[in-house]
């Protein structure tokens, strides 16, 4: 405090300066101690033969762990199952996320309720969320089989999670149902801040629904699109804990997705080299993806403003 | 600006008011404790066992968490990354000894075992703590694998006497299943966790099977490993085993069970109380048995099961070693133990014995049943192999049966590839 005092000669846009440095200083201190260096010590052991435990000496493997890991077919299978995971998920979110956004907007009676109730879901943590649907989906006493039962759907209650293929699209609708709102109210936030004025035009100008909401209302929300997709997938393609509630990537590790096999690797089977060199391929997947989108998706020239 | 600079100051003072708690910190010795809350006794017992300690002790604090069974390996490994470490006393499955033991989180206790220890707790139950000649914890609980049975399932289909092989279980679940008195007659847990394991090598072992031979190269793939997983799968086939048991642990059996949708099931001995005793939790109490535990008929042995035991151990860095020891001794003493029997029994082979037996089976009503059944199914229990390797060894081998009884793969092929890996684990 003192040393701020006797700086009084300084104007006071650089005193605001040096008070703006202080100020932010914790966070950076924090941000740097708690994200960039377990990067970077996560880094260095991908590089080690390194296991759990205490008093060890880490083998230099240099690549070793990577090449091994791109040798696996393990991982290749791992990477396939996460990729269709993120595809469905995120390609039924954002079909239903803006069906459901265009209906919030529309204002139908009840328009209030409908957007308030949405947040429910979203805002029910993960675990929360998994462990309610591994309930649902319980072959004895699970509400799915109770309500397909009582509506003469199915005569027979029906073991779900038994089948690999049908327990990774049932935890798919997990997360679905999970993730939906998310789309749906950035994508109706977008929509309400569109101009009203083009689609009259274009009806004006004898467009059907169709090629109003193709050719006018969707161009304009593909900046609203590109960030909850990217958000979105980023985040499916990183999925672990409601894989871990409902199935712990079975059945004959039909839902074990990149994360949870990183997890397996690292916690479960103590190989922390193996396992960093598999976050470090994610990252780099995700990152890769990202790209991808932003390339495709974000035209900054075709603006309508 | 004034504001700005009187935020600095107060973030400045909070700091050090709370880096003061840190250090003023004089009170009792805290001793973290991490257990499991599953299969075993339940939550409510182990914190009064918590609450006579630190209620005898006030120069300690003893502070217990719980987490699922499945869930307490991975915490114990990332807890002990910190230092000092996140736990001083946790809870350790007899599989996992090898591993701690090797990687230095354990403390070697073996100068605190008294004679009287050795020579009355069962051998059995120190050879789960007892890692090459050196004991790194307490025992704590011996359990095995049981036979539950509905009587009334089995009155109702005409059956007077629970079955004694695996052969004779499938032909009377055929006549209750023929009956129409439930849908499937047995509920296992075949889910892809260590559950799974241990129901295999239940039947494994009472095929005349093993997991590894005397060398300790992997035995599970030979034909009488063949035969059991096949065994398996032809029960699910058959409708006999409920389909969903592959996606099942211990609780989804106890859950089924209890609400009489299945005959027969095999648990530890935890669920005996539960389900027969328990009406909040079950729709079938007053109804159900206890047997041997079947084997097969050419297995060459009367019984079989899965030795399913586990000890209390201290983190060899932590700072409370001593105290953790005493609140360790308290909860695996003779008297504690007696007087929780009713979902674990003791490990003291003295509490089995005289006098004492009669006070054992007294204390709750499942003890009438649970203490007998102990001592007439314990020398038919096998335990897993005690190797360093043994999460991902066994998570490979959990992988081959799922993936047989998913029939993505046939039995042989799935061992063999589960053979395979776990050699490669050895070099």
């Known amino acids: ?305 | 600006m004034k504001t700005v600079l009187r935020l600095f100051a107060f973030v400045i003072v909070l700091s050090l008011i709370l880096a003061g708690c840190q250090q003023a910190e004089q009170g009792p010795a805290t001793v973290r404790v991490l257990a499991m809350e599953q299969a075993g006794p339940t939550v409510d017992e182990m914190n009064s066992i918590v609450a006579e300690f630190n209620e005898e002790n006030p120069n300690v604090e003893v502070v217990i968490e719980y987490v699922s069974y499945d869930a307490l390996h991975d915490k114990i490994t990332t807890a002990m990354a910190s230092s000092p470490p996140a736990y001083d006393v946790f809870l350790v499955d007899d599989i996992w000894y090898a591993e701690f033991a090797d990687a230095g989180y354990i403390w070697d206790v073996s100068d605190k075992i008294t004679p009287e220890m050795q020579e009355n707790i069962f051998d059995a139950a120190w050879d789960i703590t007892v890692v090459q000649g050196k004991t790194y914890g307490m025992p704590w609980l011996l359990d095995q694998k049981y036979f539950y049975y509905n009587e009334e399932i089995l009155n109702q289909a005409g059956i007077t006497e629970p079955p004694k092989t695996w052969e004779e279980m499938v032909e009377q679940a055929k006549v209750i299943k023929d009956q129409g008195i439930v849908e499937y007659p047995i509920v296992w847990s075949w889910g892809q966790y260590e559950a799974a394991i241990c129901d295999w090598v239940t039947l494994l072992y009472g095929n005349g099977g093993s997991l590894v031979d005397d060398a300790g190269n992997p035995a599970f793939n030979d034909a009488k490993g063949v035969e059991t997983l096949t065994w398996m799968l032809q029960s699910i086939d058959d409708g006999i085993t409920n389909p969903a048991s592959v996606s099942y642990v211990e609780e989804d059996v106890r859950n089924v069970f209890s609400q009489g949708k299945a005959a027969f099931a095999t648990n530890w001995v935890y669920m005996y109380d539960l389900v027969n005793f328990n009406e909040d939790e079950s729709q079938v109490t007053g109804k159900i048995k206890m047997s041997l535990m079947p084997a097969f008929e050419g297995g060459g042995v009367v019984s079989a099961t899965q030795d399913g035991s586990m000890g209390f151990s201290i983190a060899a860095e932590s700072p409370a070693k001593e105290v953790a020891w005493d609140y360790i001794e308290y909860l695996t003493s003779e008297d504690v133990q007696n007087r929780y029997s009713a979902h674990l029994l003791p490990i003291w082979k003295t509490s089995f014995q005289g006098e004492q037996l009669e006070t054992l089976m007294g204390y709750t009503e499942s003890n009438k049943t649970t203490v007998p059944m102990f001592s007439e199914q314990f020398p038919y229990s096998y335990v897993r192999p005690k190797v360093t390797f043994y999460p991902e060894a066994s998570k490979a081998l959990q992988l081959a049966l799922q993936e047989a009884l998913t029939k993505s793969k046939s039995p042989q092929q799935a061992l063999d590839d589960a053979a395979t890996k776990w050699v490669s684990f050895m070099e």
């Open chain 1, 1 to 305: 405090m003192a040393a701020l005092r006797g700086k009084t000669s300084l104007t006071l846009r650089q005193r605001d300066t040096i008070i703006g440095l202080l100020l932010i200083a914790p966070s950076l201190v924090i941000i740097f101690g708690i994200v960039l260096q377990p990067i970077l010590s996560t880094l260095y052991l991908s590089f080690f033969d390194a296991d759990l435990g205490l008093g060890r000496t880490n083998i230099f493997l240099g690549l070793g762990n990577y090449l091994d890991l791109l040798a696996d077919p393990v991982f290749w299978e791992t990477i396939q199952r996460t990729l269709y995971f993120t595809l469905v998920s995120v390609g039924v979110e954002l079909v239903l996320g803006l069906g459901i956004a265009q209906l919030i907007h529309a204002h139908p009676p009840g328009w209030r309720i409908l957007r308030a109730s949405l947040i429910i879901p979203w805002a029910v943590p993960t675990i929360v969320n998994g462990t309610m649907w591994r309930w649902i989906y319980n072959a004895d006493y699970g509400a799915l089989n109770g309500l397909l039962l009582q509506l003469g759907i199915i005569d027979k209650y029906i073991p779900w999670l038994t089948k690999p293929f049908t327990a990774m699209n049932l935890v798919i609708l997990a997360d679905i149902w999970h993730s939906v709102p998310f789309i749906a109210l950035i994508l109706q936030a977008a929509l309400a801040t569109l101009p009203e004025e083009l689609e009259e035009a274009a009806e004006v100008d004898g467009a059907t629904p169709w090629q109003r909401f193709w050719f006018v209302r969707l161009p304009l929300l593909r900046a609203a699109i590109l960030v909850a997709l990217v958000i979105r997938t980023v985040e499916a393609f990183r999925v672990f804990d409601i894989i871990y509630v409902i199935t712990a990537g079975g059945p004959a590790f039909g839902t074990v997705t990149i994360s949870y096999l990183t997890y397996l690797e690292t916690f479960s089977f103590g190989n922390v080299g193996r396992g960093s060199a598999l976050s470090f391929l994610i990252s780099i997947i995700t990152l890769l993806l990202a790209f991808i989108y932003i390339r495709f998706l974000y035209r900054p020239e075709e603006r309508m403003e």
